[in-house]
């Protein structure tokens, strides 16, 4: 609905004119909506993996399990606190690339050595499930803001494509450059994302699946994390997908002009 709520602020001009300034405050109240749901998500998802560590510290304390379960137990909590951690990790990351603009102290690299180091990052988790991930740069070209940010841009839609992904099969990670436009797609032959939840995969804490996410250890925060990025480097992600075929994210970004400062012969 339709949420208008003016301020007016009415002002004397001379002795014969008022002066009215009225100002919208839709957006602010949108952006007042979304910080609360914010802090209300991070409140359900934190009580989650707490709540599972309370209830097996207990269960422990009160020493009736076999040593069998009390040892799955603890790992369980493994389980749970690591997932706590990547979380606050990644809650963390977000709030720095809200807080600040990559453009600001801007520098220059190559986008080939994004994805080498993306890809790197990967291998343990791909090499466990026997995946092959195939760069492919067709193009080469540098980008402008924090390497920092867009590598683990990267990195997170490669995560993703090896844990969406069934053994054995492969994840293809293309980089071509079109009208001063970088291209990075990421390409699974894995479970693939229904039509009505490609939009939602983006928000912060969505999950398809939670129960399979709770196993795989997801946050549903890797891809709000790749937009924040996209966008703040003036780029975009998108999304193509069928469910049962697969999926394939882009994230473009605009390339760097070609350096001014090379000399000439
Ligand atoms: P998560 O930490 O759960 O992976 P993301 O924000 O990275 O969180 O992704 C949100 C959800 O989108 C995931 O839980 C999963 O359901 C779905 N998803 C993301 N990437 C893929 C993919 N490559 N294939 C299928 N589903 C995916």
Redesign the pocket.
């Known amino acids: 609905g339709h949420d208008v709520q003016l301020r007016v602020r009415v002002a004397p001009l001379g002795n014969r004119f008022m002066l009215v300034l009225a100002t919208d405050r839709t957006e602010e109240l949108r952006l007042a909506g979304v910080r609360r749901d914010f802090v209300a998500n991070i409140s359900h998802e934190l009580k989650t993996p707490i709540g599972a560590l309370q209830v097996l510290a207990e269960a422990i304390e009160a020493g009736a399990e076999e040593p069998e379960r009390v040892r799955s137990f603890a790992q369980r909590m493994q389980v749970e606190a690591d997932r706590l951690g990547r979380m606050t990790k990644e809650l963390i990351d977000l709030s720095r690339i809200q807080a600040d603009d990559p453009l600001d102290h801007a520098e220059r690299f190559p986008i080939a050595q994004v994805v080498d180091v993306a890809v790197d990052r990967n291998r343990v988790l791909a090499d466990a499930k026997r995946i092959r991930i195939m760069p492919r740069v067709l193009e080469e070209a540098d980008v402008l803001g924090s390497e920092e940010l867009v590598t683990m841009a990267v990195q997170?839609l490669i995560s993703?494509?090896v844990?969406?992904s069934p053994e054995a099969t492969h994840v293809g990670v293309g980089v071509r450059v079109v009208d001063d436009v970088v291209e990075v797609a990421i390409t699974?032959k894995?479970?693939?994302?229904p039509a009505d939840e490609q939009e939602r995969?983006f928000e912060r804490f969505?999950?398809?699946?939670p129960a399979r996410?709770r196993v795989t250890g997801?946050?549903?925060?890797?891809?709000?994390i790749v937009k924040h990025v996209a966008a703040s480097h003036g780029g975009e992600v998108s999304l193509w997908s069928r469910p049962g075929q697969g999926?394939t994210?882009t994230l473009r970004l605009p390339a760097a002009a070609a350096p001014a400062h090379k000399e000439t012969p």
Request: aromatic share 12%; net charge negative; no cysteine.
């Open positions: 997170n993703n494509a844990q969406y699974d894995g479970v693939g994302i995969v969505y999950r398809i699946d996410s997801g946050t549903g925060l890797g891809l709000s999926s994210f």
